[in-house]
């Protein structure tokens, strides 16, 4: 990302990996899942990992425990791993390259390497690498006696906000940016906007604007956008951002809501959410469920609506969605696989009547917006249960009924034949091998709380073993 280097990657994705794990995971197991890499090239990461992460934070908020016999596990309470992950990317000198590039949009590179202590042909080499990540977005940074990154102004701008928000989320944790007037704006133009003013948006808003006035301070035009129909009339320029003309502002919205970075609600038009070329693909979503309320159908013509705007303003590409949307969907339509078979069927038609949608960019966009508004039922996890006991029907049933609607918000629970069945649940102390060696688990027969909290512990230990 960002042609940072590979080691700078690796670690991003150890960590991000070990944070989604319940349980202690073996190199080898972390190898196989973010790479091309051997486990002692993990092992020897995680050792680097875990000083860093002691230098950086208490012992009782975050520890990389990596136990010979067990293995890796990352225990973190109350913290996030943006601090480690900050640390990581900043440590770089490809970081150093963006920042002077979003301050001054050339350096001498002599200059630079002096400061850096790297040879000119480093410099050229992580150039060509930051390159590589830039062809799809129609510029390129050149180097010679000076480095200077040319291309379409309103793709450069987004690319620097995209970076700075890849980092470091926020406007208040980059120790270069003086943040308090950015901060103090984007409160004010939340209020204009009846934009609720959360600390979240207005640390996003923050860091945009800063990108704005730092690249008008450079001297860069912003080229003309031909969306200004697209922003309702509702939302003229705010008197008070006297820096800004209407062609600015309307890329400063755009892009927030395009990439639904704020609160949606001030941008609804009922216009202009429906005039766009995605209508048609919006429309043949919304169809494909039997039964959708009309918030639920006016959020995907605005979430259509958004790719739309997106398209006119940026490439769409993987590299969107993993920074702005960072969510490990694999593991998610695992453990739902009637929602998965769903959504490859709608995946299928879609891409049928609109062919230029098959791209890994809409393809993982519009199962965000599934996950959205899937019914319930779908997002349960499928578990068959064979029920054994040897007390009357009415006390069975009774007891069937209540373990299923004790479970209800979590797994959808089906009473089957043993040979259908992934356990079983019994009254009676059984021999595993009479029960065709299912995992059995035996409960008391007045059913108590203990004997609820001891299912759904098994229950979790079954989709583990999966």
């Known amino acids: 990302m960002f042609g940072f280097p590979k080691d700078v990657q690796l670690k991003h994705d150890i960590l991000l990996y070990l944070d989604r794990q319940s349980e202690a995971v073996t190199a080898e197991m972390i190898a196989a899942n973010v790479g091309n890499v051997s486990a002692q090239t993990i092992r020897k990461k995680i050792n680097q ?3 860093e992460i002691r230098e950086l934070y208490p012992n009782n908020k975050i520890s990389l425990e990596n136990d010979t016999r067990y293995g890796v596990k990352l225990l973190r309470r109350d913290v996030t791993l943006m601090q480690i992950l900050e640390k990581l990317y900043t440590d770089s000198f490809v970081y150093a390259i963006f920042q002077l590039l979003i301050e001054k949009r050339t350096f001498s590179a002599y200059q630079f390497c002096v400061e850096h202590k790297i040879s000119v042909s480093k410099l050229k080499r992580a150039i060509t690498q930051i390159n590589t990540f830039l062809a799809s977005y129609e510029m390129r940074i050149s180097v010679g006696s000076r480095v200077y990154i040319k291309g379409n102004e309103s793709q450069i701008r987004c690319l620097f906000f ?4 890849y980092v470091h ?11 308090k007037q950015y901060l103090s704006l984007a409160e004010k133009i939340c209020y ?10 207005i640390e996003v808003m923050g860091l945009w604007l800063y990108i704005q006035d730092v690249s008008r301070k450079t001297g860069q035009l912003l080229d003309e956008l031909s969306l200004s129909n697209q922003v309702p009339k509702s939302m003229p320029k705010p008197s008070f951002l006297l820096e800004f003309d209407d062609n600015e502002w309307h890329y400063f919205l755009l892009i927030l809501y395009g990439l639904d970075l704020v609160q949606a609600e001030a941008f609804e038009d009922f216009d202009t959410i429906h005039q766009n070329h995605f209508f048609d693909v919006a429309s043949k979503f919304i169809h494909s469920f039997e ?3 009309i918030f639920e159908k006016r959020l995907i013509f605005q979430k259509f609506h958004q790719m739309a705007i997106l398209n006119e303003l940026i490439p769409l590409n993987i590299n969107l969605l993993a920074i702005f949307s960072p969510v490990s969907l694999k593991e998610i339509m695992r453990a739902y696989p009637s929602l998965d078979t769903h959504f490859q069927k709608l995946w299928a038609s879609l891409i049928a009547d609109f062919p230029n949608m098959d791209t890994v960019f809409y393809h993982r966009r519009i199962l965000l917006l599934f ?20 007390f009357s029907k009415d006390i069975v049933e009774g007891m069937k009924r209540h373990i299923k609607n004790f479970f209800k918000n979590k797994y959808q629970i089906t009473y089957t034949p043993l040979a259908q069945s992934d356990c079983v649940i019994s009254t009676e102390n059984l021999l595993v091998e009479a029960m065709d060696k299912k995992e059995t688990l035996i409960i008391s027969p007045q059913l108590t709380v203990k004997d609820l909290v001891y299912l759904d512990q ?7 073993m999966e």
């Not at 989320?169 to 943040?179: D, F, G, K, V």
């Not at 204009?192 to 948006?201: A, E, N, Q, R």
């Open 49 to 51: 990992l875990s000083i």
């Open 169 to 179: 989320r926020q406007i208040t944790t980059i120790h270069w940016i003086s943040e």
């Open 371 to 390: 996950l959205q508004v899937a019914p319930t039922s779908e997002m349960l996890k499928p578990l068959n249960i064979y029920f054994c006991s040897s």
């Open 162 to 165: 995209m970076f700075l928000f």
């Open 291 to 293: 039964e959708l309320t």
């Open 458 to 464: 098994q229950f979790y230990a079954l989709e583990t």
């Open 192 to 201: 204009s906007l009846y934009i609720p003013p959360v600390k979240g948006t």
